[in-house]
């Protein structure tokens, strides 16, 4: 007869595991809840929306200049190609910026953050705090933001506050948020070039950026690798198709 503790071990072990995603995902969904408080949208919508501001200005610009063109590329076109490019990193780079929060601001002190701006009575307080610079919000803005009938957050609140703000402001910096957004941006300004390129007229953007201050702007040829990589192979291998690969100068 097997030992019943070796029998059991396999069955064991899934219901291990089981539990473990599932506390995780409780954890994520935690954290999700939080940073959408604090940065008043999504994650998912933080990062998509980074990615369009940066293409919108090139389109506007491209069209401003040809008024009397028929439009070849619209803002729906941006939207759907960063959407497009933006599903196979959308995951990973979430989990990034949960890790990244989470070495700051551990479960217990999420929560307690999330407990006052359930309060009816510290959410205005929070929220028009919030809504200042951070350069702003000193002693005397706390104070003016605690009108009857909110009340004023006290200083341990305060400072529970500020530095999930922080934790926050270095995860949406990561380089491989710079990454994300990098390579959601450079894929879409090819696919912008093709379109609007005529014979004998070739467009290309050599664009550099970044999000924050968290490392230097980087290039196309930087990014578009750091995309692939949190992409993964099979995501980009689908997405190849709609992908623009330059040709050498030599070719």
Known sequence: MKPIGIALAPALMLAMTGCANAQEADTDALYEELLAKINQKSTHDFVRDVALSYVDGFVEDHNANRPDEEPQ????????????????????????????FAETMPVDDA??????FADPKTA????????????????????SCAKSPARALDAE???LTERAVDALTRAITLPAVNGAVGGMVC?????????????????????????????PARACDVLKPRWSALAGLDAQLALEPEMIFKKDDDD
């Open 73 to 100: 590329w619209t803002s729906t076109d941006t939207r759907k190609s960063i959407d497009l490019f933006h599903e196979p990193v959308d995951g990973p780079i979430r989990k990034r910026i949960y890790a990244s």
């Open 111 to 116: 929560k307690a953050l999330l407990s006052l």
């Open 187 to 215: 894929h879409t300004l090819d696919r912008f070039a093709d379109r609007i390129s005529k014979e004998g007229f070739t467009y290309s953007f050599g664009v550099t950026l970044r999000i924050g201050k968290a490392e």
């Open 124 to 143: 205005p307080t929070l929220d028009c705090a919030l809504a200042l610079k951070p350069d702003e919000r000193d002693a005397a803005a706390w104070k």
């Open 157 to 159: 609140e305060q400072a």
